[in-house]
């Protein structure tokens, strides 16, 4: 789990493609899936071992009360599957709760980076300049980050890496990745959505469709001239678009 979350911190590209291509995004990826699956398949193994157990009990009684000359191969071989399968149900067992440690420990290391004095600065910075620009914000953003640019290229080398913390820019690179972090734990099942939901509501994810989306949109169309969305931004809707209202 942990290496999934490093790769996905660092896996998205810095800007994203056009929204209106994000639309038909599917509901669900295959990965997650796949998870939803294993774990179908876990509790129908349960039930199977449980039901091995119980059958080699009534066959053991039947065994023992019945035959007049017990078979004691058979009764040997009964013994093993319900040991067999005692041991195989508390096997899955451990694996659930191995897994739910993992969901913790992330959970905790998520959390963490979501409440640092950064992020808070960073989220209102976002909405601070949304609100002050209301529907031309995305342009006002654009002009922004190339004065910023072009202010912080003239700087000293030594300068250039304080200057670029306090960009506007930079604090929304911040709060995406994250949010890119987020949908992708979320996305591959790590996080269910019992978890993630009730951490994260429809007002803390808002920025993801009113602030997040539109910049990256138009950051690659106007800035990088790319056409085709990456999976990484239609994540980021599907976080967004799955939340119970």
């Known amino acids: 789990v942990r290496n999934e979350c490093f790769r996905m911190r660092s896996g998205a590209p810095d800007e994203g493609p056009n929204v209106s291509a994000i639309e038909g995004a599917p509901p669900a990826s295959k990965a997650r899936k796949s998870l939803?699956?294993?774990l179908t398949k876990s509790s129908l193994l349960v039930v199977f071992l449980g039901g091995a157990f119980l059958l080699s009990c009534v066959f053991l009684?039947?065994?023992?009360?019945?035959a007049e000359k017990p078979d004691y191969t058979v009764i040997?071989?009964?013994l093993l599957v319900a040991v067999l399968s005692l041991e195989g149900i508390v096997a899955v067992r451990h694996?659930?709760?191995?897994?739910?440690?993992?969901?913790h420990t992330v959970l905790v290391d998520v959390l963490h980076d979501y409440r640092t004095p950064e992020m808070f600065v960073a989220l209102n910075a976002l909405w601070s300049f949304h609100r002050e620009h209301g529907d031309q914000f995305v342009q006002q953003y654009l002009q922004r980050w190339q004065q910023d640019d072009a202010r912080i290229r003239a700087l000293p080398s030594e300068e250039q890496l304080e200057a670029t913390k306090a960009t506007l820019h930079y604090r929304r690179r911040l709060v995406k990745e994250f949010y890119?972090?987020?949908?992708?734990l979320y996305d591959i099942g790590v996080f269910p959505s019992?978890?993630?939901?009730?951490?994260w509501n429809e007002t803390e994810l808002r920025i993801i469709t009113k602030i997040l989306i539109p910049i990256e949109a138009?950051?690659?169309?106007?800035l990088r001239k790319e056409r085709a969305p990456g999976e990484w931004l239609q994540r980021l809707k599907r976080l967004h678009d799955d939340c119970p209202r």
């Open 61 to 66: 009684v039947v065994q023992l009360r019945s």
């Open 76 to 78: 040997a071989e009964l």
């Open 180 to 184: 890119n972090l987020l949908a992708g």
């Open 95 to 103: 694996l659930r709760q191995s897994r739910l440690e993992s969901v």
């Open 194 to 199: 019992e978890v993630l939901y009730t951490y």
């Open 218 to 222: 138009a950051v690659a169309t106007e």
């Open 36 to 38: 939803i699956s294993s």
